[in-house]
């Protein structure tokens, strides 16, 4: 069974900082996902990462992927306030549908 | 309207009340889920449906009964609920044609309240 670990589950960071959001995940998946959520709002896909090595970046924020070490993260570049919200990071398995795991979520909040 | 919708976006019912959830995609996707997000826990998948088909009921309470007519059309019907069912209702919808990449499009949410 698939479990999803991330962490920090709270970080508060300053405007210009740079931080590292963590997710490991405990079987084989096929893929990795990151979501956004602000606050009262539904989640946004941030990235999708399918093979080991993989990296993706958008904006302030750059996702990537090791398989062997079952891990994923996401970097925050010089961070800005616009960027405060809840990611999740979530595992899946290969399939028509997909049976998504997600991670507690991380809530980062960036101060002035 | 576009992407994935939900209605109603607020409930409040009592746990002798039947009310039901509506979701609708506009993305041409095969596949549709429901998820259950508390304070408590983590996001939890509820149920998954490929093609108007049930793969996926995630050990869910049979006070849940979701019914997808349609690829683009998914209802969770409530009924009897316990006040641990508050919580926020995601319904998401992808390609769920097998193809390679799966990202799910989520809905608002309903958020709801069992008194």
């Known amino acids: 069974e698939l479990k999803v670990e991330q962490n920090p589950l709270f970080l508060s960071m300053q405007e210009g900082k740079n931080y590292t959001i963590y997710c490991n995940y405990s079987?084989?998946?096929?893929?990795l996902y990151w979501y956004r959520q602000d606050p009262g709002k539904s989640l946004e896909s941030l990235f999708v990462?399918?093979?080991?090595?993989a990296v993706k970046q958008e904006g302030r924020l750059m996702a990537s992927l090791d398989t062997k070490a079952r891990l994923s993260t996401l970097h925050i570049t010089a961070a800005v306030h616009d960027l405060s919200a809840t990611y999740f990071c979530?595992?899946?398995?290969?399939?028509?549908?997909?049976?998504?795991?997600f991670g507690k979520g991380t809530k980062l909040t960036v101060n002035p | 309207e576009t992407g994935v919708t939900q209605t109603p976006r607020h409930l409040v019912m009592g746990m002798t009340n039947k009310k039901s959830l509506k979701c609708e995609q506009h993305?041409?996707?095969?596949?549709m889920y429901w998820y259950k997000q508390s304070a408590k826990k983590p996001l939890e998948l509820m149920f998954v449906?490929?093609?108007?088909?049930?793969?996926e009921n995630n050990s869910v309470p049979s006070r849940f009964s979701p019914e997808c007519p349609n690829s683009s059309h998914l209802f969770l019907h409530l009924h009897t609920l316990q006040p641990e069912d508050s919580a926020l209702y995601l319904c998401?919808?992808?390609?769920?044609?097998?193809?390679?990449?799966?990202?799910?499009?989520f809905g608002p949410g309903t958020r709801l309240l069992v008194l």
């Open positions: 998401a919808s992808s390609p769920g044609a097998q193809s390679v990449v799966e990202t799910q499009y």
């Open positions: 079987t084989t998946s096929d893929r």
């Open positions: 990462l399918l093979s080991n090595g």
């Open positions: 979530a595992g899946g398995t290969q399939g028509g549908s997909e049976k998504l795991v």
């Open positions: 993305l041409g996707h095969n596949a």
């Open positions: 449906y490929n093609f108007k088909e049930q793969t």
